[in-house]
């Protein structure tokens, strides 16, 4: 199995509280290697500052920190595979963590040549106690204390891993694109991203009402089907009215009586944001 130079790229966006710990779980990583132009690290690691009002610093030395104005997470992912010295590019968010052999296990198919991209489905909540995280996942659908639904599929859009000639070859993320602008990837590049087994990560899902506000406006700045038709739609959908009765039959389904509150901030910020985005143009946070 050949060795590859691997560039960790992390967008980041007024989220000092939790990159930290993501940078310090990358430092864990089992992976090593030490080829030319890396200087000695074993890992790459990149964090895209996306115009965050307190600028993101590291002292810790196999990180580079690049900044841009806030212009989304697809930009910021376009910002440092542009700048990536690796063979492999990794995409991760700021609010993850990783067991140590993460890297390792997400990247040895690609290394073996048996794929040109991965992802993972051991994906878990890492804040599963908190009652508001656990109504993000009740609100998605998602198995209890993972990040998807059971019967998730063995190929998926979206790419933690993937060759960056392949990458380039493509011109990267369709920026216009909004909230799914990680799905653009592989429309570009007419494949989807294959499962490895066992390369387990954390992501934390929003754990109070202002956070699930804000998360909510930026999960409806996407594209939407029928165009103009399709946002009517959905305004009505996510109307207060609506907010109200999904939310009250749920959290006596589910037994979580604080989901009716949740559903009613989370419809809010969903409907704002597609009037952010219908209105404005807008498909940034």
Not at 161 to 172: D, P, Q, T, Y
Not at 253 to 281: A, Q, T
Request: net charge positive.
């Amino acid at each position: 199995m050949s060795t590859k130079r691997v560039s960790v790229i992390i967008p980041t966006y007024n989220e000092e509280g939790v990159v930290g710990a993501c940078l310090e779980s990358l430092s864990k990583q089992t992976y090593k290697q030490s080829l030319a132009g890396f200087a000695g690290k074993d890992l790459e690691i990149i964090v895209v500052d996306d115009g965050s009002e307190l600028p993101v610093t590291s002292h810790w030395s196999p990180v580079t920190v690049l900044r841009q104005k806030h212009q989304g997470p697809g930009t910021a992912r376009n910002l440092g595979a542009k700048e990536a010295k690796g063979e492999i590019l990794v995409f991760v968010d700021a609010d993850m963590t990783f067991d140590p052999d993460f890297i390792q296990k997400l990247i040895e198919p690609i290394l073996s040549g048996k794929t040109k991209g991965t992802f993972s489905k051991d994906e878990y909540v890492s804040n599963w106690e908190n009652v508001w995280a656990r109504c993000w996942s009740i609100n998605e659908g998602w198995e209890p204390k993972r990040r998807h639904p059971k019967g998730y599929p063995d190929k998926q859009k979206v790419f933690r891993a993937i060759l960056k000639s392949e990458f380039e070859r493509v011109g990267g993320f369709d920026v216009t694109r909004g909230y799914n602008d990680d799905w653009s990837l592989s429309e570009k590049l007419g494949y989807k991203a294959d499962v490895v087994p066992n390369a387990v990560f954390y992501h934390k899902n929003p754990d109070n009402l202002i956070e699930i506000f804000e998360q909510a406006k930026w999960v409806a700045k996407r594209r939407y089907k029928l165009g103009i038709f399709g946002i009517a739609y959905n305004l009505l959908v996510y109307s207060f009215p609506d907010s109200l009765w999904v939310g009250f039959w749920k959290s006596l389904f589910k037994k979580e009586p604080l989901f009716i509150v949740f559903k009613i901030v989370y419809d809010l910020g969903v409907f704002i944001g597609i009037l952010e985005y219908f209105l404005f143009g807008k498909v940034s946070k």
